[in-house]
């Protein structure tokens, strides 16, 4: 499996408080990765700074062939973070749209199928409930099927039917060599989908775990 996310020895500072402390992991082609770990562990700051959102105080991050170049990294990722902030003022159609122009193609009919928002794709989105603008949000991450798709507790508020939907379509893309993060604290999703889970605590990955050992996580969680 080849490489399409290298982060080295990433270190993230606060003032005094070390978030992240010279973390390092890699994403290989094909995995469906669970990020997990008690609050404060320092995940959240891992994902953002993997989605150009946060930049590392050192440290190294490298994904399917992009180190520096920040906006060509932001055009290899899909990224749904825990709280997504949307265009009310547009419709779900007009957001996939703008998102679909960004990032040069993307396939608005099958994003829309796999979220259900097909009957709602014309109603503006400060109409929509939170189950809604979620679905939307992964709409627009997944539109052009990017390589390396970072989820921040994605499946969040979706209904079942929906959810099933979507990590079936997530199946498929890792099958055919894509790479997915999803950082989540339901650890039945990460037993049925995962493939590898990295736990982390205080800022370090303190277990890298295979599908085999997926059992540990529930030894290595409950204590915090």
Known sequence: ???????????????????????????????????VGPNGAGKSTTIKILAGQLFPSSGTIWIDGVQ?????????????????????????REMLEFVRDLRGGGDLDWALALTGLGADADRQIREYSQGMRRKTAIACALIAKPKVLILD????????????????ELEKLREAGHVILLSTHVLETLERVATRVLMMEEGVVKADLSADDLKKMYEFLPAH
């Open 1 to 35: 499996m080849s490489v399409l996310v290298d982060v080295s020895n990433i270190t993230k500072k606060y003032g005094r408080i070390q978030a992240v402390k010279e973390l390092s992991f890699k994403l290989h082609s094909g995995e469906f990765v669970g990020l």
């Open 68 to 92: 520096e170049d920040l906006n060509e990294l932001r055009r290899k990722i899909g990224y749904v973070p825990e709280f997504p902030e949307l265009y009310g003022y547009l419709t779900a």
């Open 153 to 168: 507790e994605a499946l969040n508020g979706l209904d079942p039917p929906s959810s099933s939907r979507v990590l079936k």
